[in-house]
């Protein structure tokens, strides 16, 4: 079955570069999630979408900025890149308003800022 | 707000023995809560989730969890590990249906030694 699919899977970047980040969602799901996890700690949350509108926002820097294009596939597009950016970055997708609660997840872009 | 706290950070038995990670959630309703594993350098991979019903939730991989309202606890448990158990595992709690945002616990290191 065709799961989540995040580009790049690693990623080196200096500080003050741009990065782009892409995921792809499972066919046919509507909503996508980008969260954060930092080394050795829990994910959170960064940002979500809804039939490419924003649906919700978390701890998400001002230099960070997201959306989701109309085949629903998202970039999270991150600036000014700092030292603490370094992270995997998981995009998730779920279909809404089924019940199922569940959140599939990729399998993580791993960002190093230098 | 929605939270769920895992006390143990790091936890380590013997492969063939019996294990239990602890979750404790924050929540005025019945909460929807998860247990997600990840193993290095992967992506989170759904083990279990609650919803409502049946308090023993079957899982994938042997695993078990079990909803207590009365403790606030969502305990995951095996009988019997294998040395592929060893990963991170998160317990999590769904936000509401229809936006499915999940909040992480801090996470609980699985060690597995022969």
């Known amino acids: 079955a065709a799961g989540v699919i995040q580009s790049p899977r690693h990623l080196i970047k200096e500080k003050r570069e741009t990065a782009t980040l892409k995921c792809y969602p499972i066919?046919?799901?509507?909503?996508v999630y980008w969260y954060q996890q930092g080394p050795g700690q829990d994910p959170q949350f960064l940002i979500s979408?809804?039939?490419?509108?924003?649906?919700d926002k978390g701890s998400i820097p001002d230099r960070f900025s997201a959306q989701q294009f109309s085949d629903y596939h998202s970039e999270l597009n991150m600036s000014s890149l700092e030292l603490g950016d370094s992270a995997l970055y998981f995009c998730?997708?779920?279909?809404?308003?089924?019940?199922?609660?569940?959140?599939?997840f990729g399998e993580g872009s791993r960002l190093t800022v230098l | 707000a929605q939270s769920v706290t895992q006390p143990d950070i790091h936890i380590t038995v013997s492969e063939g023995a019996s294990l239990e990670l602890r979750c404790n959630y924050s929540?005025?309703?019945?909460?929807?809560l998860f247990w997600y594993v990840q193993s290095p350098g992967q992506g989170l991979q759904l083990l279990l989730k609650?919803?409502?019903?049946?308090?023993l939730v079957q899982g994938i991989k042997g695993f078990e969890a079990e909803f207590k309202r009365s403790q606030s606890s969502f305990n995951l448990r095996k009988p019997s590990v294998h040395w592929s158990d060893a990963a991170e595992y998160f317990c999590?709690?769904?936000?509401?249906?229809?936006?499915?945002?999940?909040?992480f616990g801090t996470g609980t290191r699985l060690t597995i030694i022969p």
């Open positions: 979408f809804y039939e490419k509108m924003q649906s």
């Open positions: 998730a997708s779920s279909l809404a308003f089924v019940g199922s609660g569940e959140l599939f």
């Open positions: 929540y005025g309703a019945t909460p929807y």
């Open positions: 066919p046919r799901h509507d909503t």
């Open positions: 999590a709690v769904l936000h509401n249906f229809g936006n499915e945002k999940l909040t």
């Open positions: 609650y919803f409502s019903g049946d308090t």
